[in-house]
């Protein structure tokens, strides 16, 4: 089993330049796109977008998905511009060459009962499958705080229910934690037939702290021993969140971004899982 390395390298520095120094430093050859220059990747203007290939052409990186923010606002917003943003995202996909896009199923309001919105949630992620499978994508559900897909029995159903081959499943352990999910003991059995992508962070049960992989109790030797004993070839993608952390992204700095990516090279070398 090879897996293939990537990384929100915003998570590094807002400069594409800085983000492309680590990237090489820790011979790293794809990055997940979330923002550059302080801007959401939904928001690049053609300019922009024109100016990071470049930059990622001259480095030799490859994206390996789009990591946007589709889906990350509340189920009450209007959702005729979430399906324009959706466009906009396919069409930054096909500029930069991948066909795996970072999506969320919408924030609920607090303290109501989720199945008052599985129906509504439904119709919406149907929606932006059917322009993904227009468009030769995969949508890959994240399994986000809050949103209405944050634990494994409401992201299997989701992902079921709309019954699209362009939408999957990602998988982030340390927010599973934090929803007091155990990941790979109630998580990972439901929805590694989903399973597309690897979201790399760790946490700690008692206070959610976000740590390196391996550090928390996100049970990360149980998940990647099963995904190399099931033949899993596909991204990693570190997010390691271990300076900030919130709703909209984190941040971890150029020094603690290569921790993250040392930490998660130490296991995988442990488990005899090889990496590019």
């Given amino acids: 089993m090879t897996v293939t390395l990537s990384g929100f390298a915003d998570e590094i520095s807002a400069d594409p330049a800085q983000q ?47 990591g946007s923010p589709i889906g990350k606002i509340p189920i009450g917003a209007p959702f005729e511009p979430e399906l324009d943003r959706m466009r906009r995202i396919a069409d930054i996909a096909a500029e930069l060459g991948t066909t795996l896009v970072r999506v969320f199923s919408f924030y609920l309001p607090a303290g109501e009962p989720p199945e008052r919105y599985r129906t509504q949630v439904i119709d919406r992620m149907g929606a932006l499958a059917r322009i993904a499978e227009e468009r030769g994508l995969i949508l890959a559900h994240e399994n986000e705080k809050e949103i209405y897909g944050d634990v494994p029995e409401r992201c299997a159903n989701l992902i079921t229910s709309v019954g699209s081959p362009a939408l999957r499943a990602t998988f982030d352990a340390a927010n599973f934690v934090q929803c007091g999910v155990r990941p790979f003991t109630e998580a990972y059995p439901l929805l590694r037939p989903h399973l597309v992508y690897l979201q790399v962070k760790d946490a700690r049960a008692a206070g ?18 099963a995904l190399r004993d099931s033949g ?45």
Avoid at 208 to 225: I, K, N, Q
Avoid at 236 to 254: T, Y
């Fill in 208 to 225: 959610g702290e976000v740590t390196p992989a391996g550090e928390g109790d996100g049970e990360m030797r149980e998940t990647l021993s």
């Fill in 20 to 66: 492309l120094a680590v990237l090489a430093a820790e011979s790293i050859t794809h990055l997940e796109l979330r923002s550059a220059w302080s801007v959401n990747v939904a928001d690049f203007t053609d300019a922009q977008l024109a100016a990071f290939r470049a930059a990622i052409d001259s480095a030799g990186v490859r994206v390996s998905a789009i």
């Fill in 232 to 276: 899993f070839t596909g991204y990693m993608s570190l997010e390691p969140h271990l300076d900030l952390a919130g709703r909209q992204g984190g941040f971890s700095g150029p020094d603690k971004f290569r921790q993250a990516v040392q930490a998660l090279k130490r296991l995988l070398n442990e488990l005899s899982i090889g990496w590019q």
